[in-house]
C-alpha cells in the first residue's frame, strides 16, 4: 500500500495535480504562480533587434529569428528546421539571423535570445561547448562585420514569437516571410 503522510510542499495549482492529489486522498498545499510581466523592449533609434529561438521536437530543432527596427516592424524573419541539440540550435539561429543582418548592411544590433550560458559563451564570460564551438566562432567572425554589435540574455517569454515560430517549424522544412507582402494583422503578430 502506497501512503502520503504529512505533506508539506506546496504544489502547482493545476488540473492534472488536483486530480492526481484528490484522487489519492492527499491534502497539500496548492500554490498559484505569480504571473510576471514580460515584454519586447524597443532599443534606441539608431539599434535593430534580433530575436532568436530554437527548440527541439521528437529529435528535430526548430530555429527561428526575428529582426526588427526601433518601432517594433519585422525588418525579416527566418526559421527552419536542423537535426541537433538544443543548445546547438540556439546558437544556430543566432548565427543565420546574424548572417542575414550583415546581409542587409544593419549597422548597430542587439542580438537577444536564451539560455544564458549562449550568452555567457558569445560574451567570452563562460568556456563554450565543443559542439558549439565551430558556431560562435563564425558567430565572432560575424560580428567584426557590424558597426556594433551587443548580445543580451532575453527571458523566453519576451521572446515569445520567435519561440512560437521555432515551434511550428516543424511543419514544414523552412518558412521564409517576404516583409513587403505581410498581410497587415501579421505586422501587429510579429
Request: proline share 5%.
Amino acid at each position: 500500500m502506497l501512503r502520503f503522510l504529512n505533506i508539506k510542499s506546496i504544489v502547482p495549482d493545476n488540473a492534472r495535480n488536483r486530480q492526481f492529489f484528490m484522487s489519492w486522498g492527499i491534502n497539500v498545499n496548492f500554490s498559484v504562480k505569480r504571473p510576471t510581466l514580460h515584454h519586447w523592449h524597443h532599443p534606441s533609434s539608431d539599434w535593430v533587434v534580433l530575436n532568436c529561438d530554437g527548440s527541439i521536437r521528437e529529435g528535430l530543432g526548430g530555429y527561428d529569428c526575428i529582426n526588427r527596427n526601433p518601432r517594433g516592424n519585422p525588418l525579416f524573419v527566418l526559421a527552419s528546421t536542423t537535426p541537433s541539440s538544443i543548445l546547438w540550435t540556439k546558437i544556430y539561429a543566432i548565427h543565420w539571423g546574424l548572417l542575414e543582418a550583415v546581409c542587409m548592411g544593419i549597422p548597430n544590433l542587439i542580438v537577444r535570445f536564451d539560455p544564458l550560458s549562449a550568452v555567457k559563451a558569445i560574451n567570452g564570460e563562460q568556456q563554450a561547448q565543443w559542439a558549439t564551438w565551430n558556431l560562435l566562432q563564425d558567430i565572432c567572425e560575424l560580428s567584426h562585420h557590424v558597426h556594433e554589435i551587443r548580445f543580451q540574455f532575453y527571458f523566453r517569454e519576451s521572446n515569445h514569437y520567435a519561440d512560437w515560430l521555432a515551434d511550428i517549424v516543424y511543419n514544414s522544412n523552412e518558412i521564409s516571410f517576404c516583409m513587403d507582402n505581410l498581410p497587415p494583422h501579421a505586422y501587429s503578430f510579429l
